[in-house]
């Protein structure tokens, strides 16, 4: 299924939320506005109500012991047109003013004009209910006053207008609040989509084999930006990937060529009759099959690392004979170099695969002894705390080049590749060295300077 774009997602979504904050709020709005509406002319109604009784029981002079009818006859009159309708009685309740009896006609119009217009206008029905007001002339009660009014209440078309313009209020703010949703959701969207799109069109580049790739600078967010230096990171790893396959390939055909030409050759002179096949000569041949054995086993080891068949058999043993075991492997060498050899280690046992430790060792130091001149130093420092047991190999040879210290531990990386291959090297045994110790938990790490020596440090928790 195709899936939507990022800027349709982004201002759609964007809308959406606004449409029902709009819809939410003109909801309650409407809701709460008319409710409070209807009370108040509710509460109104009843106070003008009292106000005309108040007014009525005025027009009675109690000297005379009369009623101002004309005054009452203006007043009931006025009061029809806001819907009220008034009869005023004596004590005896003689009738001495009726709206109805007055203006019957125009009583029943008003009426109906209201009852209409309130059903119309608040779709609701109601009805006209009559309120007896007793009326008093200082302590003296002087008669009543009936007034009928509409029920719950009667408001005319410009108090309902009040409230549909409110209504059309928050319609155009929703109407443009969702309007500038979209456009806001649209330039996020292209601010967010803009740095991805260069990252995709980036990561494409790199699977067709273009690892030439750069930072964005531009990316836009902290996250983006991220993402890009992490699409860089990849890049380079993969171009150095590539470059160390290819310098692989050629290396090992290198290497496989030089020893099976010699071999050959020496054969050939042998099988013809015209070398005699004495054992300095054999020794060579054997030398030069055990060089081409050694690049093999070294192939294998990464095989197996890379297929992941790292198993570890731990077990706690004691460092110190490890050491000096695998240090006797390199007596020989040692002593042609007139190298001098440091063990420092206290009775401390560790708990590791004491096989992988020991090619881990060994690994460490054949590179110390390859790599150190006639007269030079190494110094091998076993320690542990509670926490780690830490494993450090010191030399004073001939260092490596800042630029290729970061490359060391990575397969088949040999520093200067001229040297490495008088001296037999395939740049494996430090990638070895770092897939043990990182199977163990734990890290490796070099310092070097050139001409001064190195220093391996493998830690391991414990
Ligand atoms: P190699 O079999 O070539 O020694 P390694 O993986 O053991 O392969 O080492 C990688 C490269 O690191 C070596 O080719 C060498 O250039 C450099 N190197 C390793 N150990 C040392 C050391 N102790 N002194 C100087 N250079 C070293």
């Known amino acids: 299924m195709k899936k939507r774009n990022l800027s349709t997602q982004l201002s759609s979504g964007f809308a959406a939320i606004v449409f029902i904050v709009i819809a939410l709020i003109s909801v309650s709005a409407n809701l709460l506005i008319r409710s409070r509406f209807e009370a108040y002319m509710e509460s109104e109604q009843i106070r003008l109500a009292g106000e005309l009784a108040d007014e009525l029981a005025n027009q009675y002079d109690a000297e005379a012991a009369s009623w101002n009818t004309d005054y009452i006859h203006g007043m009931g009159m006025y009061a029809v047109n806001d819907g009220y309708f008034i009869k005023v009685l004596d004590i005896q309740k003689n009738v001495i003013w009726d709206i109805e009896q007055h203006d019957m006609a125009c009583c029943k119009e008003v009426m109906n004009k209201i009852s209409s217009d309130m059903e119309r206008l608040r779709n609701a029905n109601g009805s006209?209910?009559?309120?007896?007001?007793?009326?008093?002339?200082?302590?003296?009660?002087?008669?009543?006053?009936?007034?009928?009014?509409?029920?719950?209440y009667y408001a005319n078309e410009n108090a309902f207008s009040f409230l549909y313009s409110l209504n059309i209020i928050l319609v155009v703010i929703g109407i443009v609040s969702i309007v500038g949703a979209v456009i806001t959701g649209l330039i996020f969207a292209r601010r967010i989509t803009s740095p991805v799109s260069r990252v995709i069109s980036r990561t494409r580049r790199i699977a067709g084999g273009d690892y030439s790739t750069a930072d964005d600078n531009n990316a836009g967010s902290a996250e983006m930006q991220e993402l890009s230096q992490a699409v860089?990171?990849?890049?380079?790893?993969?171009?150095?990937?590539?470059?160390?396959?290819?310098?692989?390939?050629?290396?090992?055909?290198?290497?496989?060529?030089?020893?099976?030409?010699?071999?050959?050759?020496?054969?050939?002179m042998m099988c013809e009759g015209i070398w005699e096949p004495t054992p300095e000569r054999l020794t060579g041949c054997y030398e030069e099959i055990q060089r081409i054995s050694g690049?093999?086993?070294?192939?294998?080891?990464?095989?197996?690392?890379?297929?992941?068949?790292?198993?570890?058999?731990?077990?706690?043993?004691?460092?110190?004979?490890?050491?000096?075991?695998?240090?006797?492997?390199?007596?020989?060498e040692i002593a042609d170099k007139n190298i001098t050899l440091e063990i420092n280690c206290d009775d401390i046992s560790v708990n590791a695969d004491h096989d992988r430790i020991a090619q881990v060792v060994t690994n460490l130091l054949s590179n110390a002894v390859k790599y150190t001149e006639n007269s030079g130093h190494i110094t091998v420092t076993a320690e542990r705390d509670d926490s780690s047991f830490r494993l450090t190999v010191r030399d004073t040879g001939i260092g490596i080049t800042p630029e290729d210290l970061p490359h060391v531990f990575e397969r088949f990386y040999r520093a200067d590749r001229s040297r490495n291959r008088r001296t037999g090297g395939s740049g494996v045994g430090l990638a070895v060295v770092k897939a043990i110790i990182n199977a163990h938990g734990g890290s490796v790490c070099v310092?070097?300077?050139?001409?001064?020596?190195?220093?391996f440090i493998a830690e391991i928790p414990q």
């Open 447 to 455: 310092q070097s300077e050139i001409g001064k020596g190195s220093v």
């Open 128 to 152: 006209f209910v009559s309120h007896e007001y007793p009326m008093y002339h200082g302590q003296t009660l002087i008669g009543y006053a009936e007034i009928m009014y509409y029920t719950p």
């Open 232 to 268: 860089t990171a990849m890049a380079q790893t993969l171009d150095r990937q590539e470059k160390l396959r290819a310098r692989l390939t050629g290396d090992v055909a290198h290497e496989l060529r030089t020893p099976l030409t010699n071999i050959a050759s020496h054969l050939e």
């Open 295 to 332: 690049l093999v086993d070294d192939m294998e080891k990464l095989h197996r690392i890379d297929a992941d068949q790292l198993v570890l058999h731990k077990s706690s043993f004691v460092v110190r004979p490890l050491l000096e075991n695998t240090a006797a492997m390199f007596e020989r």
